[in-house]
Nanobody
Framework: QVQLVESGGGLVQAGGSLRLSCAASGCCFSNYHMGWLRQAPGKEREFVAAITWLGGSTYLTDSVKGRFSISRDNAKNTVYLQMNSLKPEDTAVYYC????????????????????WGQGTQVTVSS
């Protein structure tokens, strides 16, 4: 069973950058598509980015295109979210989640669409 632990969150000024990491422990990280989701206070959780199990394809929600990128290193059992040109509206708890490759990749924030979730890391962007 894979377990996920996010890191890299923090406080940053608008226009700054952060790189989030999600480290997986246990077996078979490379069998999972990986996603990043976020939830701001008082708002529903939303999809941010996803990457296929081999890293061949990536998906980003429109609001982060051109600013964020997702990548993975299966040798290190880690998926990354590089966030540049951060805006105050990017403030949220960011979660990584895993969806087994046999289920196909989905650009969704629905809890049950993922097999595994991390505990989240807070990102705060000040204006």
């Amino acid at each position: 069973q894979v377990q996920l632990v996010e890191s890299g969150g923090g406080l940053v000024q608008a226009g700054g950058s952060l790189r989030l990491s999600c480290a997986a422990s246990g077996c078979c990280f490379s069998n999972y598509h990986m996603g990043w989701l976020r939830q701001a206070p008082g708002k529903e959780r939303e999809f941010v980015a996803a990457i296929t199990w081999l890293g061949g394809s990536t998906y980003l929600t429109d609001s982060v295109k051109g600013r964020f990128s997702i990548s993975r290193d299966n040798a290190k059992n880690t998926v990354y979210l590089q966030m540049n040109s951060l805006k105050p509206e990017d403030t949220a708890v960011y979660y990584c989640a895993a969806r087994h490759k046999t289920r196909g990749l989905r650009t969704t924030a629905l809890y049950d669409e993922y097999d595994l979730w991390g505990q989240g890391t807070q990102v705060t962007v000040s204006s």
